[in-house]
């Protein structure tokens, strides 16, 4: 059936609720049991920080999360810690 695990990356994140949404469609679970993993899953991504970045860098990382918030895969007061970190940690050029 479905898979949990304990971290997700981003891409694993999206492929996991892809499949959620073809399960769903083919009626193998509700969208109630689809609505508690897709909890489960955002919960549990991981995106890998840098200690430090460079202007350009920064820049990249932080396209990076607005994508991954748009899609849904993290949370939008993750991305908002995230991109905190980011630039409290972007080296002035």
Partial sequence: MFE???TYTPAQAKRAKEQLEQLVAAKKISSRQAAAHRMHIARR???ALKSSYTTPAAR????EIDKLTEAGTIPPMSARAYRA???KRTMAA
Avoid: D, L, Y
Wanted: aromatic share 0%; net charge positive; glycine share 0%.
């Fill in 4 to 6: 949990m695990k304990e």
């Fill in 45 to 47: 991504v991981r995106v």
């Fill in 60 to 63: 990249r990382a932080k396209t």
């Fill in 85 to 87: 970190h980011i630039t």
